[in-house]
């Protein structure tokens, strides 16, 4: 059964983190990282729709720093409150990393660690494969990539993006694809949050394609340790 656990950084942060087993022997583990909307029912749902394809995942609640237990929907007030944090967290993205890192060592006994995060979580997946120890990164619609992409990720990465997304300019992924072009990046015809089937802007087709991409990354790296 999923369950909330609670981890502890390496700076004695104590947070929750929403975790999923598979019924068998893992295959390998997924950090899921958050929307800017905290650990809510569409990320707990994709915690443990990774189980259930024989993944022990886990999602760290990356705004217990700042509102422990933060969780809410995609209405305006939500999306500001969101927003505020997402300002505060990228201020202090070292903290972040050190939560995730935190997540990603609470299940590391199972194998190969891959991340895959959302909205503002991709931004935190690209960091996550530039900075710590994780052996496979998909990341989705995540705005201000184009600003770390000096940083060159430490394993196979691919990246997700919607070519009518209003809070991404195209302009910022060819930033991101000059900058790296090692990582495979893949444009929709989409909006933001496409993948998101509790949001206006979800698109199947999008979200099935990306969804294809990412799980054949996670079983060539993790599962059959191919690229790492």
Not at 46 to 55: I, M
Not at 127 to 154: F, M, N, T, V, W
């Amino acid at each position: 059964m999923p369950e909330t656990v609670k981890l502890t950084a390496s700076d004695g942060h104590t947070f929750d983190a929403y975790r999923a087993e598979p019924e068998g022997k893992p295959l390998g583990g997924v950090v899921v990282i958050q929307e800017i909307f905290g650990v809510n029912v569409h990320i707990r749902d994709l915690v443990e729709r990774w189980a259930a394809v024989g993944y022990t995942a886990i999602a760290p609640a990356l705004y217990d720093r700042w509102e422990p237990g933060f969780d809410v929907g995609y209405e305006p007030d939500d999306i500001e409150k969101g927003r505020a944090h997402k300002t505060t967290a990228n201020e202090h993205l070292d903290s972040v990393m050190a939560d995730v890192d935190a997540a990603r060592a609470a299940i590391a006994d199972v194998g190969r660690i891959g991340a895959v995060g959302f909205c503002w979580g991709g931004f935190v997946t690209y960091a996550a494969a530039c900075r710590l120890d994780i052996q496979a990164a998909s990341g989705y619609y995540g705005g201000g990539i184009h600003e770390i992409a000096g940083e060159k990720p430490k394993c196979p990465t691919i990246l997700h993006f919607g070519d009518s997304d209003a809070s991404i300019p195209m302009s910022d992924v060819e930033s991101v694809k000059s900058a790296q072009p090692d990582v495979e990046i893949f444009v929709y015809e989409a909006g933001h949050g496409f993948h998101c089937d509790r949001r206006g802007s979800y698109d199947p087709r999008a979200a099935a394609i990306a969804g294809m991409r990412t799980m054949r990354l996670f079983e060539d790296v993790l599962r059959r340790g191919e690229g790492a």
